[in-house]
């Protein structure tokens, strides 16, 4: 199996760039870069990083987005229940709820740096907004630690979770264990530049 063949589909937002750059043609709008950047960055965070296509850091309150690079390949296994969790839903019982925000650039430094310490980073404050997230997230951290992997997490809102490694050898071990427990199981790649 070839661990990088999966690739990620972001059709939607591949189409929502397309179609700013299209508007900004067709309609002789003249939006700079910067200003097409900032409108992509409105709809969402997945925008500059499907406009650049690279690894890129954003911090909204900083008003962060640079380009990053991992120094070795990560491989990911992407997880998905069989449940999904609204993300509206999410964000409303994130305001009823205490969480605390992680630092990044703990991560950052791993990221770029040190790829096997990525694991002990990771931080998802949504998972706390569902029961089913906190269970399934405890039952795939406790999965993917006793497959070897680095780190597991949640993305976004849920309810996608993933797996982190360095490891080829891990990350073949972890699709044979998950894809029977899980009705969506894939492998991919962070690839270096």
Sequence with gaps: MNMCDYELNLISNFEEQSARFFFNDVYKLNLSYESIFYLGRLLSWDVPICYLQKSVYI???MNVCEIISPNSILYFLLIKPDFGISTKSAFDKLDHIEYQNAD??????A???EPKQVGNYLYNCFIKTDNKLI??????????KE????GFSMSGTGSCFFAVTTNTTILEKGYNSFHDKY????STCLRLL
């Design 111 to 113: 990221f770029q740096n």
């Design 135 to 144: 269970n399934e997230y405890n039952r795939g951290k406790q999965l993917s």
């Design 59 to 61: 911090n909204d309150k």
């Design 147 to 150: 497959v070897g992997f680095d």
């Design 183 to 186: 009705p969506f199981v894939k």
């Design 104 to 109: 990044p650039l703990p991560l950052l430094y």
